[in-house]
Protein backbone atom coordinates (compact mmCIF):
# COMPACT_ATOMS: atom_id res chain seq x y z
CA UNK A 1 0.00 0.00 0.00
CA UNK A 2 1.42 3.42 -0.68
CA UNK A 3 0.35 5.32 1.98
CA UNK A 4 0.69 9.06 1.20
CA UNK A 5 -0.81 10.54 3.60
CA UNK A 6 -0.75 10.50 8.10
CA UNK A 7 -4.26 10.43 9.70
CA UNK A 8 -4.42 14.07 9.81
CA UNK A 9 -4.51 14.32 5.99
CA UNK A 10 -1.05 15.80 6.02
CA UNK A 11 1.47 14.33 3.21
CA UNK A 12 3.98 11.54 4.87
CA UNK A 13 6.58 11.81 1.62
CA UNK A 14 7.74 12.92 -1.64
CA UNK A 15 7.21 10.62 -4.24
CA UNK A 16 9.97 9.19 -5.91
CA UNK A 17 10.50 8.62 -9.97
CA UNK A 18 11.06 4.98 -10.39
CA UNK A 19 12.86 4.58 -13.89
CA UNK A 20 12.62 0.85 -15.47
CA UNK A 21 15.13 0.99 -18.32
CA UNK A 22 15.90 -2.57 -20.75
CA UNK A 23 17.12 -3.44 -23.80
CA UNK A 24 14.03 -3.68 -26.66
CA UNK A 25 12.61 -7.30 -25.85
CA UNK A 26 13.88 -7.26 -22.33
CA UNK A 27 10.54 -7.12 -20.02
CA UNK A 28 10.54 -3.33 -19.15
CA UNK A 29 6.88 -2.74 -20.96
CA UNK A 30 5.39 -6.37 -19.38
CA UNK A 31 6.95 -4.97 -15.52
CA UNK A 32 5.83 -1.42 -15.85
CA UNK A 33 2.30 -2.52 -17.14
CA UNK A 34 2.16 -5.40 -14.02
CA UNK A 35 3.54 -2.61 -11.92
CA UNK A 36 0.64 0.17 -12.62
CA UNK A 37 -1.59 -2.95 -12.14
CA UNK A 38 -0.58 -3.55 -8.80
CA UNK A 39 0.01 0.21 -7.92
CA UNK A 40 -3.13 2.24 -9.04
CA UNK A 41 -1.95 5.02 -7.15
CA UNK A 42 1.04 5.25 -9.01
CA UNK A 43 1.05 7.79 -12.07
CA UNK A 44 2.42 6.95 -15.23
CA UNK A 45 4.81 9.41 -17.06
CA UNK A 46 3.25 10.23 -20.58
CA UNK A 47 5.64 11.90 -22.84
CA UNK A 48 5.90 13.83 -25.24
CA UNK A 49 6.63 12.69 -29.05
CA UNK A 50 7.55 13.59 -32.25
CA UNK A 51 6.89 10.22 -34.12
CA UNK A 52 3.39 10.02 -36.02
CA UNK A 53 0.25 8.56 -33.79
CA UNK A 54 -0.92 5.01 -34.78
CA UNK A 55 -4.16 3.65 -34.89
CA UNK A 56 -5.65 3.59 -31.83
CA UNK A 57 -3.53 5.78 -29.79
CA UNK A 58 -4.47 8.76 -27.81
CA UNK A 59 -3.09 12.60 -27.43
CA UNK A 60 -2.39 13.04 -23.79
CA UNK A 61 -2.95 9.47 -22.92
CA UNK A 62 -0.48 7.02 -24.97
CA UNK A 63 1.80 10.03 -25.53
CA UNK A 64 1.94 14.10 -26.26
CA UNK A 65 1.86 13.86 -29.89
CA UNK A 66 3.81 17.42 -31.33
CA UNK A 67 5.36 18.36 -34.28
CA UNK A 68 8.96 19.31 -34.52
CA UNK A 69 8.59 23.08 -34.21
CA UNK A 70 6.38 22.33 -31.00
CA UNK A 71 8.27 20.00 -29.64
CA UNK A 72 11.84 22.11 -30.38
CA UNK A 73 9.92 24.85 -28.26
CA UNK A 74 9.40 23.14 -25.50
CA UNK A 75 12.95 21.96 -25.64
CA UNK A 76 14.35 25.81 -25.60
CA UNK A 77 11.87 26.80 -23.00
CA UNK A 78 13.34 24.03 -20.49
CA UNK A 79 9.98 22.24 -20.24
CA UNK A 80 11.65 18.58 -20.20
CA UNK A 81 13.27 17.01 -17.39
CA UNK A 82 15.00 14.69 -20.28
CA UNK A 83 14.32 14.53 -23.91
CA UNK A 84 15.95 12.30 -26.56
CA UNK A 85 16.04 11.45 -30.93
CA UNK A 86 15.29 7.80 -30.58
CA UNK A 87 15.41 5.75 -33.83
CA UNK A 88 14.86 9.35 -36.03
CA UNK A 89 11.61 10.37 -33.45
CA UNK A 90 12.22 12.94 -30.32
CA UNK A 91 11.02 11.84 -27.25
CA UNK A 92 10.60 14.36 -23.88
CA UNK A 93 9.30 14.04 -20.22
CA UNK A 94 7.10 17.50 -19.61
CA UNK A 95 8.49 18.53 -16.59
CA UNK A 96 5.40 20.05 -14.85
CA UNK A 97 3.24 17.01 -14.48
CA UNK A 98 6.08 15.24 -12.72
CA UNK A 99 6.97 17.80 -10.54
CA UNK A 100 3.10 18.35 -9.25
CA UNK A 101 2.83 14.55 -8.86
CA UNK A 102 6.22 14.42 -6.64
CA UNK A 103 4.87 17.50 -4.70
CA UNK A 104 1.85 15.89 -3.81
CA UNK A 105 3.23 12.58 -2.06
CA UNK A 106 2.45 10.24 -5.52
CA UNK A 107 5.43 7.88 -7.24
CA UNK A 108 5.59 8.17 -11.46
CA UNK A 109 7.07 5.17 -13.46
CA UNK A 110 9.05 6.07 -15.92
CA UNK A 111 9.77 3.64 -18.91
CA UNK A 112 13.33 5.00 -20.60
CA UNK A 113 16.52 4.21 -21.63
CA UNK A 114 20.11 5.44 -19.88
CA UNK A 115 20.45 8.39 -22.07
CA UNK A 116 16.81 9.44 -20.29
CA UNK A 117 17.59 7.68 -16.73
CA UNK A 118 21.13 10.14 -16.66
CA UNK A 119 19.29 13.27 -17.47
CA UNK A 120 16.49 12.79 -14.86
CA UNK A 121 19.11 11.68 -12.46
CA UNK A 122 20.72 14.87 -13.06
CA UNK A 123 17.54 16.84 -13.20
CA UNK A 124 16.20 15.25 -9.95
CA UNK A 125 18.81 13.81 -7.87
CA UNK A 126 17.65 11.76 -4.58
CA UNK A 127 14.17 11.48 -6.39
CA UNK A 128 15.37 8.74 -8.94
CA UNK A 129 15.54 5.18 -8.10
CA UNK A 130 16.71 3.52 -11.46
CA UNK A 131 16.23 -0.08 -12.08
CA UNK A 132 18.18 -1.66 -15.42
CA UNK A 133 16.15 -5.01 -16.09
CA UNK A 134 18.99 -7.99 -18.36
CA UNK A 135 17.79 -10.50 -20.26
CA UNK A 136 19.19 -14.23 -19.32
CA UNK A 137 21.27 -14.41 -22.59
CA UNK A 138 21.55 -12.45 -25.58
CA UNK A 139 20.06 -15.56 -27.53
CA UNK A 140 17.03 -15.54 -25.12
CA UNK A 141 16.40 -11.77 -26.05
CA UNK A 142 16.70 -12.32 -30.27
CA UNK A 143 14.86 -15.43 -29.78
CA UNK A 144 11.98 -12.67 -27.62
CA UNK A 145 12.31 -10.33 -30.19
CA UNK A 146 11.19 -12.82 -33.26
CA UNK A 147 8.46 -14.37 -30.33
CA UNK A 148 6.37 -10.70 -31.19
CA UNK A 149 6.49 -11.63 -35.39
CA UNK A 150 5.85 -7.46 -35.59
CA UNK A 151 9.48 -6.56 -37.02
CA UNK A 152 11.48 -7.15 -40.12
CA UNK A 153 15.20 -8.86 -39.90
CA UNK A 154 16.72 -5.59 -40.29
CA UNK A 155 14.61 -3.97 -37.08
CA UNK A 156 15.28 -7.06 -34.87
CA UNK A 157 19.13 -6.87 -36.35
CA UNK A 158 19.04 -3.24 -35.54
CA UNK A 159 17.40 -3.90 -32.12
CA UNK A 160 19.95 -6.06 -31.15
CA UNK A 161 22.88 -3.92 -32.31
CA UNK A 162 21.51 -1.51 -29.95
CA UNK A 163 20.99 -3.88 -27.07
CA UNK A 164 24.47 -4.58 -26.84
CA UNK A 165 25.15 -0.78 -26.33
CA UNK A 166 22.35 -0.57 -23.79
CA UNK A 167 23.63 -3.31 -21.28
CA UNK A 168 26.86 -1.24 -20.98
CA UNK A 169 25.22 1.27 -18.88
CA UNK A 170 24.23 -1.42 -16.30
CA UNK A 171 26.70 0.14 -13.85
CA UNK A 172 25.22 3.70 -13.94
CA UNK A 173 21.44 2.16 -12.39
CA UNK A 174 20.68 1.54 -8.67
CA UNK A 175 19.15 -1.78 -9.40
CA UNK A 176 19.99 -4.26 -11.78
CA UNK A 177 17.93 -7.35 -12.09
CA UNK A 178 18.04 -10.34 -15.04
CA UNK A 179 14.72 -11.03 -16.29
CA UNK A 180 14.45 -14.49 -16.47
CA UNK A 181 11.23 -15.41 -15.04
CA UNK A 182 8.55 -12.54 -15.34
CA UNK A 183 6.82 -13.42 -11.87
CA UNK A 184 10.53 -13.27 -9.80
CA UNK A 185 11.08 -10.45 -11.85
CA UNK A 186 8.21 -8.61 -10.97
CA UNK A 187 8.23 -9.46 -7.43
CA UNK A 188 11.98 -8.36 -6.67
CA UNK A 189 11.00 -4.87 -8.48
CA UNK A 190 7.98 -4.71 -5.99
CA UNK A 191 10.13 -5.09 -3.02
CA UNK A 192 12.40 -2.30 -4.11
CA UNK A 193 9.48 0.15 -4.64
CA UNK A 194 8.58 -0.95 -1.16
CA UNK A 195 11.79 -0.73 0.19
CA UNK A 196 12.43 2.96 -0.94
CA UNK A 197 9.21 4.10 -0.12
CA UNK A 198 10.38 3.56 3.37
CA UNK A 199 13.69 5.06 3.24
CA UNK A 200 14.46 7.06 6.54
CA UNK A 201 15.44 10.23 4.64
CA UNK A 202 12.25 10.35 2.03
CA UNK A 203 9.85 10.20 5.59
CA UNK A 204 11.68 12.99 7.18
CA UNK A 205 9.23 15.51 7.66
CA UNK A 206 6.45 12.71 8.73
CA UNK A 207 8.62 10.96 10.84
CA UNK A 208 10.21 13.87 12.68
CA UNK A 209 7.10 14.92 13.81
CA UNK A 210 5.80 11.47 14.59
CA UNK A 211 8.84 10.84 16.90
CA UNK A 212 9.01 14.24 18.55
CA UNK A 213 5.28 13.76 19.88
CA UNK A 214 6.39 9.72 21.33
CA UNK A 215 9.26 11.46 23.01
CA UNK A 216 7.28 14.27 24.31
CA UNK A 217 3.96 11.90 25.55
CA UNK A 218 7.19 10.26 27.52
CA UNK A 219 8.00 12.66 28.94
Not at 9 to 14: L, M, N, S, V
Not at 105 to 117: E, N
Request: hydrophobic share 40%; net charge negative.
Amino acid sequence: MDARTDKAGKIERRGILFVLSSPSGAGKTTMARRLLAAEPQMAVSVSATTRAKRPGEVDGIDYHFRTEAQFERMVEAGEFLEWAHVFGNRYGTPRAAVETALRMGRDVLFDVDWQGTQQLAQSMGDDVVSIFLLPPTMGELERRLRARRTDSEEVIEGRMSRAAAEISHWPEYDYVLVNEDMHDCFEQIHTIVYAERLRRPRRGAWLTEFTREMVGKQG
